[in-house]
């Protein structure tokens, strides 16, 4: 077999672009998401019904169909239906990726919440804190805690999700492994190469959430 490494050497300045704009988007996203999962989290736990009818919608369309939809509908389909111009590629991934990872993380917290014992809430209740006061300083700092895990999951999904973006011309790390294919005509040492990228990322990302873990533990221990 003729392997041509050098020549993916020669696009490596590119291919690292293409990674900073991967990483830009994956935390962008889940940025925007845990605050949107957080919110869509309190609504569905809610006893207010619209409310909870609202996000158990939310969360069943984007947990209920493809991400590559999503991102087709939001570029092409949402501009039609406001009748605006298209958005530009960068705004409609990040808004798709946006919300499709609010819906996961808001699961994630809502199982977070739920896993904390109700005798907690009572007695915050008892101590005289209204609902939100022993949410905000008793329920979720421990439902962030055991949510960690799944987040780091979500974090790392999303990373490799992101790469749907390429079929909108975003030049992220995927789209430009195609662009260089395009370019050179050497598609196993380009993907090869994009694919461990990825894994560097990946891995990177386990082994913090990995630090987070530890760290949380020794506080829960000390405690």
Do not use: W
């Amino acid at each position: 077999m003729d392997f041509r490494f050098n020549v993916v050497i020669d696009y490596m300045p590119l291919l690292l672009q293409g990674m900073k704009l991967t990483i830009q988007l994956t935390v962008i996203s889940v940025a925007v998401g845990t605050v949107i999962g957080l919110v869509v989290s309190l609504f569905r736990l809610s006893s207010f019904k619209p409310f909870s009818i609202a996000a158990r919608i939310y969360i069943d369309f984007f947990r209920g169909t493809p991400l590559l939809v999503q991102i087709f509908l939001f570029h092409y389909g949402l501009p039609q239906l406001l009748g605006v111009q298209a958005f530009s590629s960068y705004v409609s991934g990040t808004l798709a990726l946006s919300l499709n990872s609010g819906a996961y993380i808001a699961e994630i917290f809502r199982g977070g919440i739920q896993s904390i014992h109700g005798g907690q809430m009572e007695a915050a209740r008892s101590l005289g804190m209204t609902y939100g006061q022993a949410m905000r300083h008793i329920i979720l700092p421990q439902a962030f805690k055991r949510s960690i895990p799944p987040l780091g999951n979500e974090f790392i999904a999303m990373l490799k999700d992101s790469s749907l973006v390429s079929v909108i011309s975003l030049q992220e790390l995927m789209q430009t492994g195609r662009i260089i294919v395009g370019r050179t005509y050497r598609p196993f040492e380009t993907f090869i190469t994009v694919a461990l990228l990825y894994l560097v990322m990946t891995m990177t990302i386990s082994q913090f959430v990995s630090h987070l873990e530890r760290v949380f533990g020794k506080d829960d221990h000390s405690e």
